[in-house]
C-alpha cells in the first residue's frame, strides 16, 4: 500500500510562489508515475503534471507548463511541484497521485493511489 502525504500549501498574493511536496511511504520503484492533480470549488479535478520515476520524464497541462515544474528526489522518496507566477485561477486543493507503469496519464482514474490534499489560495 502506497501512502502519500502533501504538504506545502497556504495562502500566497498573485505573483508569488509556493513549493508543494508529496512523500511517498513506499519505496518508488521506477515504474512508478507521480502525478499532481488539483480541484477547485465547484469544478472537476484536473490534471496538473506528472513525472516517470525512472527517467524524470514530465507532463504538464498547458495553463500551467511555463510557471510550474514537477521534479523529484530519489533519496528522499519524494515529489515537488515548484509553482511561480501564480494566478488566482490556480486556487485549489491540490492532490498527489501516484500510478504503476511508466505511462504519463493525464487522468485522475489512471492513478491508483490519492494524497489528502493541500490547499492553495492565490489571492488577487
Known amino acids: 500500500q502506497v501512502q502519500l502525504v502533501e504538504s506545502g500549501g497556504g495562502l500566497v498574493q498573485a505573483g508569488g510562489s509556493l513549493r508543494l511536496s508529496c512523500a511517498v511511504s513506499?519505496?518508488?520503484?521506477?515504474?512508478?508515475?507521480l502525478g499532481w492533480f488539483r480541484q477547485a470549488p465547484g469544478k472537476e479535478r484536473e490534471f496538473v503534471a506528472a513525472i516517470r520515476w525512472s527517467d524524470g520524464s514530465t507532463n504538464y497541462r498547458d495553463s500551467v507548463k511555463v510557471r510550474f515544474t514537477i521534479s523529484r528526489d530519489n533519496a528522499k522518496n519524494t515529489v515537488y511541484l515548484q509553482m511561480n507566477s501564480l494566478k488566482s485561477e490556480d486556487t485549489a486543493v491540490y492532490y498527489c497521485?501516484?500510478?504503476?507503469?511508466?505511462?504519463?496519464?493525464?487522468?485522475?482514474?489512471?492513478?491508483?493511489?490519492w494524497g489528502q490534499g493541500t490547499q492553495v489560495t492565490v489571492s488577487s
Open positions: 497521485a501516484a500510478r504503476k507503469g511508466g505511462v504519463i496519464w493525464s487522468m485522475s482514474s489512471a492513478y491508483e493511489y
Open positions: 513506499a519505496r518508488t520503484s521506477d515504474d512508478n508515475v
